[in-house]
């Protein structure tokens, strides 16, 4: 079974370029630094309130680490297959039907993440004018990660897609992926 | 296109694609991004939604509670709890099954996850239970049961995602939940003992024993003395206490209990990073999902629907609530759900009267049962895959555990009282008391 704890996660290898292998260790990295960073400043928060002389900028420094981290682990398990999934039916899947609904569920991801590339860097930009207090730093700070994690998601379905068309989106990982009595069966 | 018909696209299409193998989040966006183009509102302030859907520092809490159920999972010095729950219930029949229950109940009050009390279970007490003749679809069904009460014994992830979205106090949440998340216990216990597997019968722990192992399991059972206390002293809020949990066992219990682990912090913390985004990648879609049933006027139409059958009575429609509730969660993850459904919810509390409170309790509780059915009983799949036993074979052996949930929501249904006497008690202002204009005592709503 695969270290999903890895920096670079080998299960559905197949589906990456080496390329963008240093991206995905970038990613897992600053998700680190953000949970460690949102750690420090909440920490850094309570001590200095309790000294009696609050930072009243940590929190607003606490919650652009919190939502970078969002986006960017969004980005980062886009590429690592790690999302939540209602259902895992394709792994069962094998040849033409399986790989015309992975490339179906990757052209939804696909235009779910340009709309977050168009109508976030729009919304970025719109905030420019609008400044959070006490700081008056733009909101554009925090909101920008929107279209910049867009642009991640988007580069990566793009890579799973032509990967998967070339190589098909099967693998051997799949049967760790699924419950024991699917592997059973298959072992069968 | 009506409201009740955009509101159906935009469910069929979320569990179309999610169904398909479309990433949960995404899946929500896309419905959400679809029924968009049927109303006035513009997809830019949509995809704002989603950004505002999680810039809540109550939310902040769901971190931090992962971090810790992470760092304790990962740094491995929970088997002193393991080792105490031995000396406590070991000798009782079927002892590794009790085991794993009262285990759980420790855990479920460091951590707020029920799969990393899963990851723990499988790889510490499940192999000792299969080297004991234990049926392993047995082991698993149990597994993923005694797990649910991560979501139920404070600190718990599901009441701060309700507090945060149904402005209810998550103070209060995580008190009201230990009613429920103990009588869970309880029934795990008493089911374990008069029909479970008998295991190998050991002789009951001396004191010394008892005395020795509660000496090693302290520093880790300090962490829910350190988040409940912290939150009912005031000195903290639940975000704090997590983040207090999350630095009491980075500087003190790892140090101490096992050094070697030091090294392996980064990797912790990139892991936890990446964890924690994939609920709140949910969150926000689910709370762009939940603007939208709210704006097509769903609450309403549903909050209809239920009183047609209800009327005003609260516990006719919590039990309906309770319904769909069950059928929801056995397609949804519980956390979605909640953000999905807030709308109705909060309509329905309002029609039925209901204390908040009590209708945040029985909602994650009926939603922590969705954690061990199928087709998404994510517990019960990652106990079986982990304890090496087919989904089936575990899910046939959960069907008398199911008993123990039934009787546990009814319970929160009927006997508010209980369910509230405990934040009644700690945190009265979290039930809707106010403090006597006299200065002495509250007054409570009845």
């Known amino acids: ?48 309130r309790t000294l009696g002389a609050p930072w009243l900028w940590l929190q607003q420094v606490t919650t652009a680490f ?34 015309a609904i992975e490339i179906a569920n990757r052209v939804v991801v696909l235009i779910v993440s340009v709309l977050l590339i168009w ?26 990660i929107v279209p910049a994690a867009g642009v991640l998601i988007l580069l990566f379905t793009i890579e799973q897609l032509v990967n998967g068309w070339r190589h098909g989106f099967e693998g051997p990982e799949d049967r760790d992926d699924l419950p024991q009595f699917v592997v059973e069966e298959i072992a069968k | 296109m009506s409201a009740g018909g955009i509101l159906i696209l935009m469910g069929i299409l979320f569990l179309g694609f999610g169904y398909m193998g479309v990433p949960v989040s995404f899946a929500l966006m896309a419905g959400v991004f679809v029924a968009t183009a049927f109303t006035p509102v513009s ?53 590794l099954a009790q085991v794993v229950t009262l285990f759980s109940m420790f855990f479920a009050g460091i951590s707020g996850s029920s799969v990393a009390d899963v990851a723990v279970l499988t790889r510490t007490v499940a192999p000792e239970m299969d080297k004991e003749g234990y049926d392993r679809a047995f082991t698993a069904a149990l597994i993923a049961c005694a797990s649910t009460m991560a979501n139920l014994i404070p600190p718990s992830i599901m009441a701060v995602v309700y507090g945060a979205t149904g402005n209810v106090s998550i103070g209060g949440l995580f008190l009201a939940g230990v009613v429920p998340g103990v009588l869970i216990g309880i029934g795990l216990m008493v089911y374990s003992y008069f029909w479970g597997p008998v295991g190998v019968m050991k002789p009951r722990a001396k004191f010394i024993d008892v005395a020795v192992a509660a000496r090693g399991a302290a520093l880790p059972l300090i962490i829910p003395v350190i988040i409940m206390g912290g939150i009912l002293t005031g000195w903290f809020t639940p975000t704090e206490a997590g983040m207090i949990a999350a630095v009491y066992i980075l500087i003190v219990l790892i140090p101490v209990l096992r050094p070697t682990h030091v090294k ?82 909060l309509k329905l509390t309002e029609v039925g009267h209901i204390n908040p409170l009590h209708m945040g309790v029985v909602i994650i509780t009926t939603l922590v ?24 074979k575990a899910l046939v052996r959960s069907f008398p555990l199911y008993i123990v949930f039934f009787l546990t929501i009814g319970f929160c249904v009927f006997f508010p009282d209980v369910v509230l006497w405990l934040p009644k008690m700690l945190l009265p202002e979290s039930v809707g008391c106010f403090k006597s204009p006299t200065g002495v005592g509250y007054i409570c709503p009845p």
């Open chain 1, 119 to 144: 109508f976030g860097w729009k919304n970025a930009l719109l905030d420019l004018g609008s400044y959070r207090m006490p700081s008056l730093l733009p909101l554009t700070v925090y909101t920008a």
């Open chain 1, 1 to 48: 079974m695969a270290d999903f704890r890895a920096l670079i996660l080998q299960r559905h290898r197949h589906l990456k370029w080496k390329a963008f292998d240093w991206l995905e260790a970038v990613l897992m990295v600053l998700s680190g630094v953000c949970i460690f960073m949102f750690t420090l400043t909440v920490f850094c928060d309570v001590v200095t």
């Open chain 2, 43 to 95: 997809l830019q302030s949509m995809v704002g939604q989603l950004f505002h859907g999680i810039d809540s520092e109550t939310l902040l809490a769901v971190p931090f509670f992962l971090l810790v159920g992470e760092l304790m999972a990962s740094s491995d010095v929970v088997h002193r709890m393991i080792r105490l729950s031995q000396t406590l219930v070991g000798h009782l029949r079927g002892g």
């Open chain 2, 369 to 392: 049962f969705g954690l061990i059915t199928p087709p998404y009983g994510l517990s019960l799949l990652v106990a079986s895959k982990y304890v090496g036993v087919g989904f089936g």
């Open chain 1, 66 to 99: 919190f939502a970078w981290g969002v986006f960017i682990g969004m980005a980062a398990a886009t590429r690592r297959n790690d999302h939540f999934y209602l259902t895992e039916i394709t792994k069962r899947m094998t040849g033409a039907p399986r790989s």
């Open chain 2, 264 to 345: 392996e912090l980064p990797r912790d913390f990139m892991y936890a990073g990446l964890l924690y985004s994939l609920p709140l990648a949910a969150v926000a879609g689910a709370s762009a999902f939940g603007w939208m049933v709210a704006y097509l006027r769903g609450p309403d139409i549903v909050a209809d629907y239920i009183t047609s059958f209800a009327g005003t009575d609260g516990r006719i429609i919590m039990l309906l609530l309770v319904a769909l509730f069950v059928i929801v969660g056995d397609f949804i993850d519980a956390v979605p759900a909640i953000i999905i459904f807030m709308p109705i919810i």
